[in-house]
């Protein structure tokens, strides 16, 4: 009824504009918004295990949303209307259905904002708290609440917030999940401070809290046939502080996120505080870029409800240290966060090789090299008798600088340079060691050792056209085995974009699965709206966004993409 | 300005103040032993469970599934509601001799037939299926009643017995409140159960003369299968809905021993949704 009434107010506030245009009244109205639909038709595919009981008929699939944003003089309100009919395959199948899950109305000056409504938020980097929404990962944890911005002075500001998180479409009632509220304070002491402001160093110091409050339902246990019950806590608080210092062009970071005692179904029901570091530092000046990093988290779930175990009603976000690669065949295995415990650390070298110089030659040569390690925990046993991760206790211990298994590693080296005004060449290696019994969770799977080489050329036919070809290799003995891909492009800049694909894994162990999965794309683009059509199939595997994944299954089918903004 | 000043600070005071106590730390020992099931809290409801013993006087083998269901009851207590059923072979008295005693009813007779045991000791968890049946060994009754436990109350039942010990009359009023909105229509089934009896019972070692048999059923206020709850058995949330039944305590019988046993169950399934238990005598 509330949402209705809200719809309302917000679809008169976008009619608005015309009139007050036409009154000429001061308030600089804007209305912008963005849409995009994205379809899939599903056909039988034997090879790929797909027939018509797998599709129980359910042919065709659409997600698509519409976004819509308003605002004059100092009041912003917007609207996002989605439609999962039914849900594309891989995406989460709770969310079919349509509707207006997300709206909001805010109101603020320098000094003092109001939001009402659904918003998205975050704390730091996010360890404590962050809301967002990632559309190729069907990812949404906005909250519906009220938050206030407030900046007394120059160089501090505070935010408070509190609200019930997205929940696919369901709305919250009889206490179907919790409720979040969370304060974030910070001081940019060079703007605070006026003995400061010419510094050259610069200092932000940031502090966080949050707390969410769930009606805790009874949860018993039979042990040895003697019924016990978990003494669950009702509020679970994290606390959090930050510091970030800056000088010319080195940047440290460090976050530190103490969560308390959060039982829940994803830490089988444990006790133990969660903790989370990362520490961050980056040199970067024309022409050449370092950054080091260094992460440790261990049982950092929190989510608003307690007995969750799908990507949904996440308070916090652990941002990882490991490369987001670009290419096809690089990402067959990706890492996605393992939020009950791990180590990692980053390293990354940007350089490019000055123009006119031997190596630079006449376009300049740039350089990336990069390492990710990531380990778990050496979770010992808090007694003799109690084996680790036992609900009901503590859990484990885990000493700070010891590690347990490694879950992933990665070296890549990536060498881009312009040969004449023609040609541009890109050419990477990745070496890829992979735990995917941890990560993708299959018991007992062998460690994946891959090498990965790709060579991406592209040749200018002329001033608007263009061709790309793409080749991909990935060599492993493990899971699949190998894989080789090629692609050829074919740009004519700015409107048409033609591509023909195939992925083939002809080194699979199994011979009925050493298959092609081809694709052949094209896409038409006019100013902001752009039409792309493609056929063909759609490998298996894990798709990962900041960590955060979401499986995909093997497809075949035509998939068009529209999409256009104002 | 000094006083703009503190003001914003004592506004920044109270807001915190509002947020840092949100937090409890739970101390060690993180599960508690529960004796006596679940406690509710005051406004709150708990699922109590039916468990229901099908046996027989001349079983030798139903002692112990007494014994487990015993067992059980000292687990979760108020939460778990016994009826002992004397029914098929084992139950039928002889004309002379240790068992001439009659625990026999139409009732246990009539759910006898409808359940089709194929022998004795068997039990029904709530009347819903378990691992794929619903007739129950008795070493499935505990698993069986830690899932039924868990669940959430859907249903209140309160009893209130008025008992004339001069005429053994016995009134009482049943208020029953669906929690929730659920579908089909729910009976009320009100059976009277007497603890404490002292008689023969065959064992694995021979006669028992002096056997103490608990939670019998000895009759029932309202037939095999109930009526429905209020006029209609329909399960509106927040409806409250009574019945209400008199009953004459038979010679023979010790009031104080008795206790009014009351179950709602679904019509089309037969799973029971919530049981109570009062005694007749307070």
Redesign the interface.
Known sequence: MILKKFSILILLALTLPAYILAQEIPGNPTVHGNFQIDAQTYHPDEALGITDSVLQGKTMRLNGYGDIRFSMWRFNAGLRYEAYLPPLAGYDPNYQGQGIPYWFVEYGDEKLQVTAGHFYEQFGMGMILRSYEQWDLGYDNSFNGLRVKYSPVSGLNFKALIGVQRYYWEPFADDNRGIVRGFDGELMLNDAFNALKETKTRVILGGSFVSKYEKMRTKTLISDTVKYEYQLPANVASAGGRVSISNGGFNFYTEYTHKFNNPSAFNNYIYKDGQALLSSLSYSQKGIGVYIAAKRIDNMSYKSKMTELNNVLDINFIPPLTKQFVYSLENVYPYATQLNGEAAIQGQIIYTIPKGTKLGGKYGTKLELNYSRVHGLDKQAIADSIPVDSTGTLGYKAPWFKFGDLYYQSISASFEKKIGKKVKLNIEYVHIDYNIEVVEGHPGAEMVHAHEYNIDFTYKLSSTKSLRLEYEQLLTKQDKGDWAMLMLEYNIAPKWFFSIMDQYNYGNPEKNKQLHYYIAAMAFVQGPHRISLAYGRQREGLLCVGGVCRQVPASNGFTINISTSF | MMMKKIA?III?II??A???P?????E???????TG??VPGPGEN?RKVLLEDYTGQKCPNCPAAAEEAH?LKT??GEQLVLLTIHAGNYSVPDPSGDFTAEYRTQEGADLNVFFAFPGYPMGLVNRTEFSGSRILLKDSW??AA?IQ??L?AQVEIIITNTYNTGTSKLDCLLETEFLKDMDGTYNICVFIVESGIISPQETEQGVNLTYEHNHVLRGSMNGTWGDVVGTDGQAISGSALTNSYSYTIPDGWNADNCSVVAFVYNTTTNEVVQAEEKNIVE
């Open positions: 914003r920044l807001l915190s509002f947020i840092i949100a937090c409890d730390i739970v060690d020992p993180y599960l508690m032993r529960v099931g679940v708990v067992k687990i979760y505990e698993a830690a436990t868990d959430e």
